[in-house]
T-cell receptor, first 111, second 114 residues
């Protein structure tokens, strides 16, 4: 069974708006990662947050992790058309365990 | 520096035939992963390697699927007696080590079983 589930399945916003995607998981984790997939560049790693961290930033990306609720959110600020892609969360129970991907959120940013 | 490469990029095969998919990881990456992605779906974990050994084969869908890795580098995923439900994009990724969690993905092999 899948470890992570993203919400919403699809999201459409105007350029310049913020986009928020959520990921819920079922068992305890060591870390959670977010990846982006678009037709041009394939799957690309965005950010990793460990279970002892609550928030991380990378450029226009902000990731939060709430281990008590077994959930994470990815916020993209000031979205651009180039942010149009599918976004996946991926979890691992330990740092040496396999990484399991969720089904993804499809984001469309309308110019 | 080259990224992860996969070959072929596209493969069309008849039901019942065997296929081999190849993955060349980034030089120096000891961990290698195989995933499968059906149209519009997420990634399904198949198998991973640390060096030449595969600690976890639990994701392989059936005994028609096998994978090997030699020399701690190139990996081959073999699907025997292909079925139409095997049609998908097969993605390979590598990382510096299992604990180096950022995975670098190849472009994938699109397999179509007719």
């Amino acid at each position: 069974s899948q470890q992570g589930e993203e919400d919403p399945q699809a999201l459409s916003i105007q350029e310049g708006e913020n986009a928020t995607m959520n990921c819920s998981y079922k068992t305890s984790i060591n870390n959670l990662q977010w990846y982006r997939q678009n037709s041009g560049r394939g799957l690309v790693h965005l950010i990793l947050i460990r279970s002892n961290e609550r928030e991380k930033h990378s450029g226009r990306l902000r990731v939060t992790l709430d281990t008590s609720k077994k959930s994470s959110s990815l916020l993209i600020t000031a979205s651009r058309a180039a942010d149009t892609a599918s976004y996946f969360c991926a979890t691992a129970r330990t740092s040496y365990d396999k990484v399991i991907f969720g089904p993804g959120t499809s984001l469309s940013v309308i110019p | 520096g080259a990224g992860v490469s996969q070959s072929p990029s596209n493969k069309v095969t008849e039901k019942g035939k065997d296929v081999e998919l190849r993955c060349d990881p980034i030089s120096g990456h000891t961990a290698l992963y195989w995933y499968r992605q059906s149209l519009g779906q997420g990634l399904e974990f198949l198998i991973y390697f640390q060096g030449n050994s595969a600690p976890d084969k639990s994701g392989l869908p059936s005994d028609r699927f096998s994978a090997e890795r030699t020399g701690g580098s190139v990996s081959t995923l073999t699907i025997q007696r292909t079925q139409q439900e095997d049609s998908a994009v097969y993605l390979c990724a590598s990382s510096l080590g299992l604990a180096q969690l950022e995975q670098y993905f190849g472009p994938g092999t699109r397999l179509t079983v007719t």
